[in-house]
């Protein structure tokens, strides 16, 4: 009866030993696909915006002129769906931040702005959720 079970283990695993490889292979052969999409967008900067910039008469509160910049428009950037335009003003004054489809004339105005002081005006073109890069110009009251 030993060598019965001795030659019947054996036997078990001789084929345990040829059968696990294939099994593996049956697992691990199958093939499988996909699809991957890449994109890449260039967004340039928008290029040199058209308007004026006033600087304020008096500070905050006080009669207009408050400062600002009207805007007439600006070079539209190729691939962009929106545009954020940013009115930096000196310290301790708030900032006016706008979206837009497309370069367009408006008015940034800020709620509170100080007499005298450095402004920055920039513009960065949108595509998605992509931005691209920055033109920006300074004003000095």
């Known amino acids: ?3 019965t079970r001795r030659v019947l283990a054996a036997v078990v695993l001789v084929l345990v030993a040829y059968g696990a490889p294939s099994a593996a292979w049956a697992a691990f052969g199958a093939k499988a696909s996909g699809s991957l999409r890449v994109s890449t967008l260039t967004l340039k900067a928008s290029a040199d915006a ?3 910039f006033t600087c304020p008469s008096n500070a905050n509160n ?3 002129p408050r400062g600002g910049v009207s805007l007439t428009g600006w070079e539209p950037v190729a691939g962009a769906d929106s545009y954020t335009l940013v009115l930096d003003p000196p310290p301790n004054a708030s ?10 004339r408006l008015t ?8 005298s002081g450095t402004w920055k005006l920039s513009i960065v073109a949108n595509a998605g959720t ?3 890069a920055e033109w920006s110009q300074t004003f000095t009251c």
Do not use: E, I, Q
């Open 62 to 64: 006080a009669p207009l």
């Open 130 to 132: 992509w931005t691209g």
């Open 50 to 52: 058209y308007g004026t």
């Open 108 to 115: 940034m105005t800020p709620t509170t702005t100080p007499k």
């Open 1 to 3: 009866m030993r060598f």
């Open 95 to 104: 900032n006016v931040v706008r979206t837009v489809t497309s370069p367009s």
